[in-house]
């Protein structure tokens, strides 16, 4: 079946620090893959996708890129903020008919300033 | 524009009462969907209406029933809830069923 594994959190950087949060799926075919944030109190916000191999997804200087030969799809980010705290959740969605999401656990992202 | 609308934000309910969730969006979307999400889980799909019908349920108890009032509009009615139904409840949704998905704000439910 298909499945999300993302690293345990939390994650606590200072401002400016260079953020990746892992993410590695495991699926039949080829799945459409996604970040999604969501912050404190609030419900999720689809931050960036990639729908096949080799695509760069990228938003608010996040970026992730779609790896097939390793089933990954690291979130990188160059300098972080304090106002980018949130648990961010790496998802996949199969490519044919019903796009049922599959989330991984999520990861808490700390920024102290 | 990518917004999707929930009412209320908050609701506390005993385990008797009758309450309502409503969820909101004008982008044209033909698809929508209730997921449930307890604290520091990620969302569990709940409910899928496509074009105005139910086209998935995943198993949910009968105290919880969703209706598709028309196109942009998507209600998830609560009726003798337990404790354990406290959660955020979000809605989200899509183009189609084949496209990605656009989440509400959510509503904190709470059962005592």
């Known amino acids: 079946g298909n499945s999300v594994t993302q690293m345990e959190g939390p994650v606590t950087l200072s401002e400016e620090a260079f953020l990746t949060i892992n993410c590695t799926y495991t699926?039949?075919?080829?799945?459409?893959l996604f970040w999604y944030v969501q912050y404190p109190g609030e419900g999720l916000q689809l931050l960036l996708k990639a729908t096949k191999a080799d695509d760069k997804g990228s938003n608010k200087g996040f970026e992730a890129t779609y790896r097939k030969e390793t089933t990954s799809f690291h979130l990188e980010k160059g300098s972080v903020q304090v106002s980018d705290s949130a648990v961010y959740f790496c998802?996949?969605?199969?490519?044919?008919?019903?796009?049922?999401?599959?989330f991984g656990t999520g990861t808490r992202l700390l920024v102290s300033p | 524009d990518t917004e999707v609308t929930q009412t209320p934000k908050h609701l506390v309910m005993g385990m008797t009462n009758k309450k309502s969730l409503k969820c909101e969006q004008h982008?044209?979307?033909?698809?929508m969907y209730w997921y449930k999400q307890k604290a520091k889980k990620p969302p569990e799909l709940m409910f899928v209406?496509?074009?105005?019908?139910?086209?998935i349920n995943e198993s949910v108890p009968s105290r919880f029933s969703p209706e598709c009032p028309n196109s942009s509009l998507l209600n998830l009615h609560l009726h003798a809830l337990q404790p354990e139904d406290s959660a955020l409840y979000l809605c989200?949704?899509?183009?189609?069923?084949?496209?990605?998905?656009?989440f509400g704000p959510g509503t904190r439910l709470t059962v005592t």
């Open positions: 982008m044209g979307h033909r698809a």
């Open positions: 989200a949704s899509s183009q189609d069923v084949e496209y990605e998905q656009y």
């Open positions: 699926a039949t075919g080829y799945p459409s």
């Open positions: 209406y496509s074009y105005e019908k139910l086209s």
């Open positions: 998802a996949l969605s199969p490519n044919t008919g019903f796009q049922k999401l599959v």
